[in-house]
């Protein structure tokens, strides 16, 4: 069975910082390319960045330079770092693993930015 847990959402003042974190299970972790989306209220599921098996790295415009993806093969686990949020990161925030036709999510970790 595949499982993609996140942790560490909450809430946090702007300019300030949250680590995620997707521990992954059922699954071959290192062949996987894996992603964080967020999806707001009544916005459609955005990519936020995402990581390939090799380790190569894209970013949506909205992060580049706030927010880093990184994997933990060994842990079997992929982090967001976000640095420097503002309201607008406000979302849920899904991990994703993508093989092709083999695709997993997460249940969402909720990431609240506000003073």
């Known amino acids: 069975q595949v499982q993609l847990v996140e942790s560490g959402g909450g809430l946090v003042q702007p300019g300030g910082s949250l680590r995620l974190s997707c521990a992954a299970s059922?699954?071959?972790?290192?062949?996987?390319?894996m992603g964080w989306y967020r999806q707001a209220p009544g916005k459609q599921r955005e990519l936020v960045a995402a990581?390939?098996?090799?380790?190569?790295?894209k970013y949506a415009d909205f992060v580049r330079g706030r927010f880093t993806i990184s994997r933990d093969n060994a842990k079997k686990t992929v982090y967001l770092q976000m640095n420097r949020l503002k309201p607008e990161d406000t979302a849920v925030y899904y991990c994703?693993?993508?093989?092709?036709?083999?695709?997993?999510w997460g249940q969402g970790t909720q990431v609240t930015v506000s003073s």
């Open positions: 994703n693993a993508d093989r092709g036709s083999l695709n997993h």
């Open positions: 059922g699954i071959i972790f290192s062949i996987y390319a």
């Open positions: 990581i390939t098996s090799g380790g190569n790295t």
